[in-house]
């Protein structure tokens, strides 16, 4: 079965340094990858998604991800992060097919001035 | 509208009420999935329905949970004889259809069973 691990629950940096958070996957074939955001009293918001071809992947909010098969991982990284941020962000995994999607459980971002 | 939309905002139940959910999908969107999202936690699956027809309900965690979507487009999760666990935020996702597309979600209705 498919399953996502985000191994930091809350994670603070300060406003312009950069930000990476870390996801890790278990799936048998090819997975299809995604980065969720989440803001207080908002619905998740697709960042961005890897299905295949090149590993680094843009997405939106100036934020990329990086898939690498050998460590199972697909990292979310952004430059210099800024206020607005500050939100859950949920890593999710797809087998494809109709698409069922399986989140982690979620990084907390906090971002200080 | 232009997104998805459920319906109530917020939800207070008492132990052994049944309560219905709504989710209205943007116009046109095959695919529809429900999930659950505890406190703290990452959302989790409960059904999904291409059109009107249910095609995984793996994620039910009960008898007491149904849901449908009789003309492939608004649906409801019903849950019966609401217990204390069930307090959660139930999620409506929707998307055109095809393999890996983009889930568009809905804010969550907010469930507290007292």
């Known amino acids: 079965a498919q399953s996502v691990t985000q191994p930091d629950i809350h994670i603070t940096v300060s406003e312009g340094a950069s930000l990476e958070l870390r996801c890790n996957y278990s799936y048998g074939a090819t997975p299809y990858l995604f980065w969720y955001v989440q803001s207080p009293g908002q619905g998740l918001q697709l960042l961005l998604k890897y299905f295949s071809g090149d590993t680094l992947v843009q997405g939106i909010k100036g934020f990329e991800a990086e898939f690498k098969r050998s460590q199972s991982s697909f990292n979310l990284r952004k430059p210099s992060v800024h206020w607005s941020d500050a939100a859950e962000y949920f890593c999710a995994v797809s087998s494809g097919g109709y698409q069922k999607v399986t989140f982690g459980t979620g990084t907390k971002l906090q971002v200080i001035p | 509208g232009a997104g998805v939309s459920q319906s109530p905002r917020y939800k207070v139940a008492k132990r052994g009420q049944d309560v219905a959910l709504r989710c209205d999908p943007i116009s046109g969107h095959v695919s529809l999935f429900w999930y659950q999202q505890a406190l703290g936690q990452g959302p989790e699956f409960l059904t999904y329905?291409?059109?009107?027809?249910?095609?995984?309900k793996s994620g039910l965690p009960s008898d007491r949970f149904f849901a449908e979507r009789p003309e492939g487009s608004v649906s409801t999760l019903k849950i019966q004889r609401t217990q204390q666990e069930d307090s959660a935020v139930y999620l409506c996702?929707?998307?055109?259809?095809?393999?890996?597309?983009?889930?568009?979600f809905g804010s969550g209705t907010q469930l507290s069973v007292l």
């Open positions: 329905f291409q059109n009107e027809a249910q095609l995984d």
């Open positions: 996702a929707s998307s055109l259809q095809g393999v890996g597309e983009k889930l568009f």
